[in-house]
């Protein structure tokens, strides 16, 4: 089966799943596959922990936070940057695709 566009594609899926689960009765199924855990220390801290964080995040890197927000203007001219370099990449694999063959 030839894939063409994404319906078939999804078909296949759909019928290699479908044939997998009629071979083998599957009961339970997981996938994390023995993960070790979260190794960021404030992964799941309180908005008190805030501060501690900031202080170790400036003591480790040197850095600080800035207050400063993004407004409209900025979203814009980053949007249309982004467009720009996206559009870049685009052309040359569409350039170079001969080459690759």
């Known amino acids: 089966m030839e894939i063409k566009n994404r319906k078939l594609f999804k078909e296949l899926v759909k019928k290699l799943t ?5 071979e083998e009765s599957l ?6 596959g023995n993960v070790a855990g979260y190794s960021t220390p404030f992964a799941f801290s309180s908005k008190e922990d805030e501060k501690k964080k900031k202080k170790r995040f400036k003591k480790s890197t040197g850095f600080t936070f800035v207050k400063e ?8 001219q980053i949007t249309k940057l982004i467009r720009n370099v996206v559009g870049d990449i685009f052309r040359d694999i569409w350039l170079k695709r001969n080459a690759w063959k």
């Open 69 to 76: 927000a993004i407004d409209d203007k900025d979203l814009k």
């Open 27 to 32: 009961e339970e199924i997981t996938t994390t």
């Open 18 to 22: 479908l044939e997998l689960l009629d």
